[in-house]
């Protein structure tokens, strides 16, 4: 941590930028064609719109009326990946369904809107819906079954990154930035980069440079002087309840709009989804105001979310490629785009923008394919029939998956550190060793993305303290950096706690908050 | 089960069972007058038994004062809001005295209140400011302060207590200071908890044990740090009898909550309030309040059912969130038991700062209740409730207890006055 800053250089074949879902399965895709690849991300996996999203594997329906193509992509995509990378995915089925006071013709037409699609919609009468789900509205007037499912995108990413890390030595950077790009004779020499943790410059040389920034990825391609990627940012807050609210994916039936869905996530759902344009991605953070919205349109389809106890809230950005008539953001396309910037006269260079959740994997080998392409390699894709195999220390980001090992493993040494989720001492051991991005100076937030580690109702502020003794017992730690991580962790995950404070929460704050500041005197920790 | 209905009478119904609640009822008890104390154990097994009267000031709450006297008399000048403010200091000093004299009785000693904070341990190796500190904990203070070497032992399977994270954090302002770890006897194997370990220890053949283990792992070192483990019920006598076994100076350090020093303090009250006459009723929330002119009835029920209890005066000291005092919900805070108006911020957006540890601390911290003069709670009108509903601890407005490191001083000192002005209107 104290070390100086220093140079290094770093050569691969491809440098990818950007650790969301897309940039992981450009990597894999990348590796399996036999391409080795470096990715990097000035945070961390799935720090932007990967992991600021519903974990909603779509159906395709929630597009059947306003983006057909998309809905098309999304059914086959789906489909795709429940073969692939069934541990990271849930077969929850979805329900749409329509209460009073919404648009009765809009509800009626929305099997025939499927049907163009290929997406199997069941029209289902209202008591049915209510026996699937005893805590929807007894105002419901219409509903269909469809087969939406859940994914866990952290579990994916990882899943990603280790396959690709295994299959040919490709690598992750965790907390690398571009800084910027050396251009000559129409072609990117090298990228300027930079530790953020140490703050040394690292250069990275490569044949082909790909940027997969999601919402950063206008940025990025200004960096290297292409004008030809024009993003919308829309802003969505979603809050996560503290228990599992339903079995399905619920979706409201009529014109998206706020508090339309709520997505199960193992032993919790998330409840989203505001729509608000931004143009500052610095400062992205759920409000007030767009938590108590969500709650009041969400409890007209499931009134038990006006008094559910909520842990957590949090912000995505959603990238939209921009074009000429976008009245409402939800309505833009969410297609995705590849560009080439041969335009831009660059001959190294692409960037994959745009695109969901859903469709990252069509997204990373139509990149992939023209890297390929550039680089004369003929071998086709992989990455629609090849499973994703399992890695152990990928598993630990599965809601409810820690105690079975715990409990199999049945070793009385083994203790708990986060009682909320479970999370067992050699599950941390495990990461801080073996993880993708595992690394000396490992911090609570990289563990906690890793693991379930403080996603509970006391969102850490038990297991924070816990985990940190752990670490300092194994040496990991040997000065006050610890009590930084520990501190800086608190802040992280309060951002995402602080709109929505009340009930039981509030008092797990108050308690919170005497044991950080009142005993440990964390407010008051002078900076490294 | 057959159903009974219980009634009991007193002068004095102290509603509550925090530390605000308890001094209460001993203030009371030295006035002699007739209390039944009830309300759900609240947060006191959340202490660490460290008594704050005023550690840091507003607004930044940032250097831990020194000399919380003069502390006060700044607060007075910069925050008279302030429930501390509103007490003359002969009083916040004769209300700690009452109070950690009483203990010191009971069987946990204290320190008494003096000119100046300690600076004593945590358990992430961070020091902090206190005014009176358990008889166990004294001696790591001095030893700290005359930087004498120090052996920290933590213990093999006790969770979120590392000797090394200590060490590790006070290095650099005291270098004498080492750390080992060690198996607690008879409990080798797997996770180990400080209640049991506490419980254990009150067994002389335990303390044997242990004592021989602490000699190995203190090598020449004549001073150690332990966990808060030295017994339950007789911690002063516990730490003695080590301390005869080993040849060591031995002194606690608090443990992550739930830890020994509040449940010692819970169980202490539970076993000697009944003893000295108060009426305890610890365990239930009392499910409703009837406040009259001449005097006032609670409900509430346990699982014998129903207990009415009429006082002539009530003290409401109810805490905050965590113990049920105040409620947050998503428009607004609110008083339960009365429906007392609760100042505070304008909106859900104003409750927190962005930053968790921002230094001015949180705006929610400071919502509660208004009293006047003498400490009756205020209804919308901005006239007392009643002639003879009083309130004290951290229920009341216009404090952080967290931040300011003053929630010990807050519940005893505003107990204190809140029993003077019972009496005065009892009389």
């Not at chain 1, 909320?420 to 990461?431: N, W, Y």
């Not at chain 1, 951002?495 to 404070?501: A, Y």
């Not at chain 2, 209140?113 to 945590?122: D, E, H, Q, S």
Request: with cysteine; hydrophobic share 35%; charged share 20%.
């Amino acid at each position: 941590m104290t070390e100086k800053p220093t140079e290094q250089t770093i050569e691969t074949e491809v440098l990818i930028i950007g650790g969301g879902v897309t940039g992981a399965g450009i990597m894999r895709d990348l590796s399996l064609r036999g391409i080795q690849t470096l990715l990097i991300d000035k945070k961390d996996l799935c720090a932007g719109a990967s992991g600021g999203n519903h974990g909603l594997l779509h159906s395709g329906s929630r597009y059947v009326f306003s983006d057909l193509h998309s809905a098309i992509e999304c059914r086959r995509e789906s489909t795709i990946l429940k073969h692939i990378a069934p541990q990271c995915i849930e077969e929850t089925g979805g329900l749409f369904v329509a209460v009073a006071g919404d648009d009765p013709e809009f509800a009626e037409n929305f099997g025939s809107k499927c049907e163009p699609a290929g997406i199997e919609c069941t029209p289902i009468s209202t008591s049915k819906a209510r026996e699937l789900e005893p805590l929807l509205s007894d105002r419901l007037f219409k509903a269909y079954r469809v087969p939406d499912a859940t994914v866990d995108p952290f579990h994916l990413a990882l899943l990603n990154v280790a396959h690709a890390e295994m299959v040919n030595g490709s690598s992750f950077r965790p907390h690398t930035e571009i800084l910027s790009f050396i251009c000559k004779n129409g072609k990117i020499e090298a990228a300027i980069c930079r530790d953020n943790r140490t703050q040394s410059t690292i250069t990275v040389r490569a044949g082909q440079y790909v940027n997969a920034g999601g919402a950063w990825a206008m940025d990025i391609a200004h960096m290297a002087n292409c004008k030809d990627v024009n993003l919308l940012y829309s802003k969505g807050t979603l809050l996560v309840s503290h228990d599992r609210l339903t079995t399905h994916v619920v979706n409201r039936l009529r014109p998206p709009g706020d508090g339309d869905i709520l997505v199960p996530g193992g032993t919790v759902s998330v409840l989203g989804t505001t729509s608000l344009r931004v143009d500052d991605l610095t400062t992205v953070k759920p409000t007030v105001a767009e938590i108590d919205i969500n709650v009041r349109e969400g409890t007209a389809m499931i009134p038990a979310l006006a008094t559910a106890r909520y842990i957590r809230a949090f912000s995505g950005v959603r990238p939209l490629l921009q074009s000429a008539d976008n009245a409402d953001d939800r309505e833009v396309t969410r297609g995705f785009a590849l560009l080439d910037h041969s335009s831009q006269n660059l001959s190294n260079f692409c960037t994959i923008t745009g695109g969901k959740l859903t469709t990252y994997r069509l997204m990373a080998e139509k990149t992939s394919d023209l890297i390929a392409e550039r680089m004369h390699n003929s071998k086709p894709c992989q990455t629609h029939t090849t499973s994703l195999p399992d890695e152990e220390s990928c598993r630990w980001t599965e809601p409810g998956a820690s105690p079975k090992y715990w409990y199999r493993a049945n070793d009385p040494e083994d203790m708990i550190l986060c009682e909320c989720e479970m999370v067992p001492q050699s599950a941390i051991d495990e990461i801080i060793t073996d993880a993708p991005g595992a690394e000396d100076e490992m911090n609570l937030e990289a563990i906690a993305l890793r693991s379930r580690a403080g996603k509970g109702p006391c969102q850490g502020s038990f297991c924070g303290i816990r985990i940190t003794s752990h670490l300092y017992d194994r040496g990991h730690y040997h000065d006050k950096t610890g009590l930084i991580h520990m501190r800086d962790f608190f802040n992280e995950r309060f951002k995402g706690m602080r709109t929505i404070i009340w009930g039981q929460q509030a008092a797990q704050m108050e308690l919170a908050e005497a044991l950080h500041c009142g005993l440990l005197g964390l407010n008051n920790l002078e900076d490294d | 089960m057959i159903e009974e209905a219980r009634h009991f009478t007193a002068e004095l119904a102290v509603i509550g069972s925090g530390l605000a609640g308890f001094a209460a009822s001993i203030f009371a008890l030295n006035r002699n007058i007739k209390t039944a104390q009830i309300g759900n154990t609240g947060a006191i097994a959340y202490t660490t038994g460290y008594l704050d009267l005023l550690g840091s000031l507003a607004p930044d709450y940032a250097a831990s004062i020194e000399d919380p006297w003069q502390g006060l008399e700044l607060l007075r000048s910069s925050y008279p809001e302030h429930p501390l403010c509103r007490i003359p200091q002969t009083d916040i000093h004769t209300a700690f005295e009452q109070f950690t004299g009483f203990l010191g009785e009971c069987g946990i000693s204290y320190s008494s209140p003096g000119k100046t904070n300690a600076r004593v341990l945590t358990p992430a190796g961070t020091l902090k400011p206190t005014l009176c500190m358990p008889a166990t904990m004294q001696i790591g203070t001095t030893a700290f302060s005359r930087q004498e070497p120090c052996v920290i032992i933590d213990f093999k399977g006790l969770k979120g207590f590392s000797s090394s994270q200590i060490a590790a954090n006070l290095k650099d302002q005291w270098p004498e200071l080492r750390n080992t770890t060690i198996e607690f006897p008879d409990m080798s194997l797997g996770e180990i908890y400080p209640e049991v370990m506490a419980r254990a220890l009150e067994v002389p053949e335990t303390r044997e044990k242990l004592a021989k283990i602490l000699v190995g792992a203190a090598g020449e070192t004549k001073i150690i740090g332990l966990p808060a483990i030295l017994g339950m019920h007789s911690p002063d006598l516990v730490r003695k009898e080590m301390e005869q076994l080993t040849g060591l100076e031995i002194f606690e350090i608090p443990t992550m909550p739930p830890s020994v020093p509040g449940i010692r303090l819970r169980e202490m009250f539970e076993q000697l309030f009944p003893q000295k006459g108060i009426t305890l009723i610890p365990q239930q929330k009392v499910d409703k309040l009837k406040i009259e002119q001449d005097g006032a009835r609670l409900f509430l029920s346990d699982s014998f059912g129903p207990i009415t209890v009429d006082a002539k005066s009530v003290i409401l000291a109810t805490g905050r969130f965590l113990s049920g005092g105040l409620e947050a919900s998503i428009d607004g805070i609110t008083e339960p038991l009365l429906n007392l108006p609760v100042t505070q911020p304008g909106s859900r957006e104003e409750w927190y700062r962005e930053k968790y540890t921002d230094r001015r601390g949180h705006e929610i911290n400071k919502a509660g209740i208004e009293v006047d003069a003498s400490f009756r709670p205020l209804d919308n009108n901005g006239a007392p409730y009643s002639n003879n509903l009083f309130a004290a601890g951290v229920i009341l407005a216009h404090q952080d207890w967290i931040r300011g490191r003053c929630g010990a001083g807050v519940a005893i000192a505003t107990a204190y006055k809140a029993v003077e002005e019972v009496e005065k209107y009892l009389s």
